[in-house]
């Protein structure tokens, strides 16, 4: 897996090793394996950059997204996956909900769009 | 003199009369006796919903699926003749199941000792045919089972003869979705849980707006209620003979969450665009074409519920195991992403329904545990619960006959 980002995420580059997955489960497995500080972080460091990640990402087409993008991708896709924890509950998972570990994710890759067809 | 009679004023219910008002028994969800009648008088004699034709999109594709209900794995295969079918996947030579999981496939073969069967069901080779007696491979097919679909929803049905037809079942729900767009929206996202609770109290927490100002009050109340509507409401309640429908109220006026602001940028996230284009919606989606609208809630009797909202959709199924477990799917539907931005945006709104589904699950499995104890012989619904009440009486009159 290659981790290096486009020169104009620098700033996000130290999230691109821990928090770039392009699964579903996987991303919520991270965030329900993370501390509330270290969601709260890596939201604050995402935020500023979700416009210019989606206008830089709709430059190419699903399909031909090169790698270094794909990682671009699924920090944002992390972002959006930790936004109820920071947003809604100031908690790591949903209070007072079904016991994660009994719900099960088979939801599509992100991967599975970004091949023709 | 009679006590005055108090009740909701413009009562959905009183237009339905033959519904009543009283309080309903528990023993619908919690006897064993009363869960084999609905296996024998309901499940074993209804169209059941089974997923949708996006599953196994392609000739070969096929998936098997295991109902406990009805003491059955099926197989559901797409044929080479593009024909969705049916069939017990059981071995007619000694009854090994012949298929597994899912995936792509010219045929089956048993892995007993090798019948092969085509995705048409018949019986194409078997090894060593001339050591059987009288054999004729035409007599020894998959036993098929009565598969339809309706707008590219698969449904079963394991009587020999159904009584309607898959058309006919759906009934007035296919004349007020027609020209839905089902088939233009892809699965986003899938969940499976095995919730502890009767199959009717499963689907009862998604028949009825009034836990959203409560069990929802993180993730939900601001964009589904308002100061002039503090709870949740259904509007436009119809009763379809065993189906029925409701649409659930939204405030379009809510302030989004910074990632759902975020989202909305690229592409239509739950709420926010339910008001464009009312009018090109289908005359039973939103059929008041209020702007205070969620989404709808449609049941087809027994187990399956269809919820379509502008630009998203999501279906799911409770599929009893027994009388206090129950297998429950959700699978959520949105356009294909076009691009990254869409993908992002359809994101918000995959994970906070993950999250909304969670908190519905959250209260069942204590509900189920209190009924259980025998402690109530009854509980009660409001005018503003009728789909459940109405769940209650149409099984109640079939168990009853
Ligand atoms: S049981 Fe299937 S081939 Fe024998
Ligand atoms: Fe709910």
Redesign the pocket.
């Known amino acids: 897996m290659e981790y290096t980002l486009p020169d104009q995420f620098n700033e996000i580059q130290p999230l691109a090793e821990e928090w770039a997955f392009a699964d579903e489960a996987a991303r919520n497995h991270k965030r329900r394996a993370s501390s509330m500080a270290e969601i709260q972080g890596f939201y604050d460091a995402m935020r500023p950059q979700m416009d210019s990640a989606m206008t830089y990402l709709n430059g190419f087409k699903l399909a031909d997204t090169p790698e270094e993008a794909k990682t671009v991708l699924y920090l944002a896709l992390m972002f959006m996956e930790v936004s109820t924890a920071v947003e809604m509950y100031q908690e790591v998972d949903v209070p007072e909900s079904f016991p994660a570990e009994r719900y099960n994710i088979l939801s599509p890759s992100a991967d599975h769009f970004m091949t023709a067809g | 003199m009679n006590a005055p009679q108090t009740g909701p004023a413009n009562a959905i219910t009183a237009r339905y009369p033959e519904l009543g008002t009283g309080p309903v028994s528990t023993e619908a969800v919690i006897s064993p006796e009363y869960f084999e009648k609905e296996r024998e008088k309901i499940f074993k004699k209804s169209w059941l919903n089974v997923g949708r034709i996006d599953q196994i999109p392609s000739p070969g594709d096929y998936m098997v699926r295991d109902l406990d209900i009805l003491n059955t794995s099926l197989i559901i295969v797409q044929g080479q003749d593009s024909q969705v079918r049916a069939f017990h996947n059981a ?1 007619p ?4 199941k ?1 298929a597994q999981g899912k995936g792509n496939t010219k045929g089956f073969a ?1 892995g ?4 092969t069967f085509n995705t048409e069901g018949s019986l194409v080779f078997v090894p060593d045919e001339e050591q059987f007696f009288d054999f004729d491979k035409g007599d020894f097919c998959l036993k098929a089972v009565n598969c339809e679909t309706w707008n590219g929803f698969v449904f079963i049905n394991v009587e020999e003869q159904p009584s309607e037809t898959l058309l006919e079942w759906v009934g007035e729900l296919d004349r007020q979705l027609d020209g839905y767009p089902f088939d233009d929206m892809v699965c986003l996202g899938e969940y499976r849980a095995e919730v502890k609770a009767n199959w009717k109290v499963v689907i009862d927490a998604f028949q009825e707006a009034y836990h959203v100002a409560f069990v929802h009050r993180r993730t939900a109340t601001g964009a589904y209620t308002s100061p002039e509507t503090p709870y949740c409401k259904l509007s436009a309640v119809e009763l379809y003979g065993r189906n029925r429908r409701g649409s659930v109220y939204a405030n379009p006026d809510f302030t989004p969450s910074p990632s759902a602001a975020v989202a909305f940028k690229h592409g239509p996230t739950f709420i926010q665009a339910a008001q464009a284009d009312l009018d090109k919606l289908p005359v039973g989606v939103n059929p008041e074409r209020t702007p205070n609208w969620g989404f709808d809630i449609n049941v087809i009797f027994p187990n399956f519920r269809f919820d379509p909202g502008q630009g998203f959709y999501f279906a799911d199924n409770f599929l009893p195991i027994s009388v206090d477990q129950t297998l429950y799917e959700i699978r959520l539907y949105m356009p294909r992403p076009r691009n990254a931005g869409e993908m992002i945006s359809q994101e918000n709104t995959r994970v906070l329904l993950r999250d909304i589904v969670r908190e519905d699950l959250n209260t069942l499995e204590t509900t189920q545990e209190a009924l259980n104890t025998g402690v109530m012989d009854t509980i009660r619904f409001s005018d503003q619960e009728i789909l459940c009440r109405h769940q209650y009486k149409v099984v109640d009159d079939i168990v009853n006959s």
């Open positions: 071995c030579h000694r009854g090994n012949v048993c007993f000792h090798g019948w």
